[in-house]
Nanobody
């Protein structure tokens, strides 16, 4: 599977951005999809995930209530709507697909999910600054 994230940019604190991730090369609708981020000098961390059916969503505590993940299987695209952005959200954002189809997300543990998801694309840079 190939993934291409887009939609990043420079935004002021309190602003919003919508990231998109287009997939190709696999049966998109069979796989859970996730968003992760990596700030300079830090490890990659889990941000949000959506189940393969689209019926369940999961968030890191740091973004809960501010970010919304969604998917459009017809377009093979997953989105991340980011509101009330904070300087701490500055990072490169990556989308990724679960390595196996039809799996429930299960445990929301960043280290586990970073290992479980794969097919990392190039990422898109989000900078939150005044």
């Amino acid at each position: 599977v190939q993934l291409q994230a887009s939609g990043g940019g420079l935004v002021q604190p309190g602003g919003s951005l919508r990231l998109s991730c287009a997939a190709s090369g696999h049966t998109f609708s069979s796989y859970a999809m996730g968003w992760f981020r990596q700030a300079t000098g830090k490890e990659r961390e889990f941000v949000a995930a959506v189940s393969w059916s689209g019926g369940k969503t999961y968030y890191a505590d740091s973004v809960k209530g501010r970010f919304t993940i969604s998917r459009d299987d017809a377009k093979k695209t997953v989105y991340l709507q980011m509101n009330s952005l904070e300087p701490e959200d500055t990072a490169i954002y990556y989308c990724a697909a679960d390595r196996s189809p039809y799996r429930d997300i299960g445990v929301i543990d960043s280290t586990y999910l970073v290992q479980r998801f794969g097919s990392w694309g190039q990422g898109t840079l989000v900078t939150v600054s005044s």
